[in-house]
């Protein structure tokens, strides 16, 4: 159960979030938000594909830790084994409100609830807040994280409009081989449909282009390539029990 709260100096003085890697903190998970913006750098770890909403109709792009609820394949001994993050994973227990007034700042919100969140005596985890109550370089780099996933968010929409308007997105099905001679199928999810993005004429092109929506598709197409490393570390873990 959530329990979502405005972040407050006074109130949450002793807060401390763990930043290591763990089922345990919510890290067993296959999927994370992933924003078109950060596709360059999503792209070098993990395969993108896009999820359509069943109740609203509309897509979003996700990057791909596993292949089944529930599996991380880049969780090892207490680490992220990559580089890069996804922004949505990165800020979590943490999330952006609406501000207090219309022409005010976005707030800090935080999930009280959430395993990273912890007010342990032994220090565990990093503070958020200093003794006088200033915030922390941690604070204040995830307070920059959430404001960049807002405005990427919100940016995105165009992306995704614009997939849908040239009609770039296909269903698709992979069938991943195990090491143990069985196969996993993987379903669900949609990738850009590289037949019609070539059939599309220059003045289609130039406008993708122009709105700056043909690099995160390009990037997107080429994040492909990370199912067979994908694979590669679900066979890892299977010779190794």
């Known amino acids: 159960m959530n329990a979502h709260a405005l972040l407050d100096s006074n109130t949450h003085r002793a807060l401390r979030v763990r930043t290591d890697a763990s089922a345990d903190l919510g ?15 999503v792209q070098a770890h993990y395969p993108i594909v ?8 509309s ?15 880049f969780l090892a001994d207490g680490r992220w084994d990559a580089a890069f993050r996804p922004l949505a994973h990165r800020v979590t227990p943490f999330l952006i409100g609406a501000a207090a007034a219309a022409d005010g700042a976005a707030q800090v919100h935080i999930d009280l ?3 990273r969140v912890t007010m342990a005596a032994d220090g565990s985890g990093i503070a958020l807040f200093d003794v006088d109550g200033r915030p922390t370089p941690l604070l204040e780099s995830i307070a920059q994280d959430l404001g960049d996933l807002d405005g990427a968010y919100k940016n995105s929409m ?3 409009a614009a997939l849908e308007r040239h009609d770039l997105l296909e269903p698709f099905t992979l069938e991943v081989p195990l090491a143990d001679g069985s196969k996993h ?46 694979v590669s570390r679900r066979n890892a873990r299977l010779a190794h029990g």
Do not use: K, W
């Open 27 to 41: 890290d067993a998970v296959m999927t994370a938000l992933a924003m078109p913006t950060e596709f360059r750098q």
């Open 50 to 57: 896009f999820r359509r909403d069943l109740t609203t109709g």
């Open 59 to 73: 897509f979003s792009a996700l990057a791909l830790f596993g292949f089944e609820t529930g599996e991380n394949l």
């Open 113 to 115: 609830a959430h395993p």
């Open 158 to 160: 165009g992306f995704f």
């Open 185 to 230: 199928s993987l379903v669900g999810f949609h990738i850009i449909a590289e037949d019609r993005l070539r059939s599309l004429d220059a003045s289609d092109l130039g406008a993708l282009h122009a709105d700056d929506h043909l690099m995160p598709i390009f990037m997107a197409m080429a994040s492909i390539s990370q199912f067979s490393a994908l």
